[in-house]
Every structure is written in structure tokens, then in C-alpha cells.
């Protein structure tokens, strides 16, 4: 081994070491023979449910950010935009690694497969109040969401900028209904978001 090589082969060996030592909660000191105790990390409590995201939590780390590509995609087709300087450090998904029209797809994929998410027994609203999944409209709401979302992921495997027009109105109509019953609520007590 060249001496660069075998002193980063040592360096990586022995931060794999300490990791090692750390996620098992044994301190380095403790393992030098040192009776020093480890430091102290604050527990963080996990949401009792095994769905622990509230239904806003979902809307806005799945259904908003994903919908903005599909929306975004309306204004501009995707195939225009160019890849960022450093694609896999993108913000704008339309500019990453799996950007322009491949992005869209994707969007509107995790669209559908959230929608799944949506109609889960034992979420709750962000208001504590569980998700309405027995009331009759919720599951015709959800299934216009998740149509939606698949016509969105046809429009993009087409390349059609047309078809992505159409296909956020749909979105946008899904979505709306869904909110003027549930979400758009004077009192927050009577909203499910």
C-alpha cells in the first residue's frame, strides 16, 4: 500500500471503530480503559403509532412538495429545464439527478402512494381528532386524489405538456374538494388537516 492509502485505510478504520463503539454506547474513553461514563444523549420520545405522521404532516412533507413539481411542470415544460451545476445537490427536483420529465413521474407517484397513507385507521387530524375514513366521502376523495395523481404520471411518461395541463386541474380539483369539507374550517376544532 501506497503510505497515503494505508494511513487513510487506518483513519477509516478506526472512525468505523469509534461509530461502532458509539451506537453501542460505549464511550472511546471507556474503551481506552478510562472509567469515564459516557456522555449523556436525551432520549427522544417516538409517536406511540406505528403512522405517526399527523394528516397535515403528510400534506406538507409529501402532497405540497410533490404537487409544486407536478404544478411546476404546467409552467414550464420540463424538458427545458436545465440539470443544476450539481445535480444531486438540486433543490429544485425538476433540476436533479432525476429531474426534467422523470421527475414529474416520480411526483406524481408518491401522489398516489400517499393517498394510500390518507385512508390508514388510527391517524389523527393535526388537531388530535382522528381522519374521517369512515365517513362515506373520505374514500371517494382519497380515489380522486390518487386518479389524479395517475393521470398526472401518464402526462409525464407522454412528455406532454397538454396533458399535464389537464391533468392539474383534476389534481387541483381533488384536492379542493377534499379541503372545502375537511380543511377550510373557521373554527380549528372542526378541521381535519
Known amino acids: 500500500m501506497y503510505p497515503r492509502t494505508a494511513a487513510f485505510a487506518t483513519f477509516l478504520i478506526l472512525t468505523i471503530l469509534v461509530s461502532v463503539s458509539l451506537a453501542r454506547g460505549v464511550s472511546v474513553a471507556a474503551s481506552q480503559s478510562t472509567a469515564m461514563p459516557a456522555p449523556s444523549v436525551p ?9 405517526p405522521a399527523a394528516l397535515a404532516q403528510l400534506m406538507r412533507g409529501a ?3 410533490n404537487s409544486n413539481v407536478i404544478f411546476a411542470a404546467s409552467n414550464k415544460n420540463p424538458a427545458d429545464v436545465p440539470p443544476a451545476k450539481r445535480p444531486s445537490a438540486a433543490i ?3 433540476e436533479g439527478t432525476y429531474g426534467q420529465w422523470e421527475a414529474v413521474e416520480n411526483a406524481s407517484l408518491v401522489i398516489a402512494e400517499t393517498a394510500s397513507l390518507l385512508s390508514v385507521p388510527g391517524r389523527v387530524c393535526s388537531n388530535g381528532r382522528p381522519v374521517p375514513t369512515n365517513n362515506a366521502d373520505w374514500p371517494v376523495f382519497v380515489q380522486g386524489l390518487r386518479n389524479a395523481a395517475m393521470q398526472s404520471y401518464k402526462a409525464a ?10 391533468a392539474t386541474d383534476v389534481l387541483t380539483n381533488a384536492c379542493s374538494n377534499c379541503h372545502i369539507r375537511y380543511r377550510d374550517k373557521p373554527n380549528l376544532q372542526d378541521r381535519c388537516h
Open 43 to 51: 432520549q427522544v420520545a417516538l409517536p406511540d403509532s406505528i403512522h
Open 63 to 65: 402532497m405540497f412538495p
Open 92 to 94: 429544485n427536483p425538476l
Open 157 to 166: 411518461q407522454a412528455k406532454d405538456q397538454d396533458k399535464i395541463l389537464d
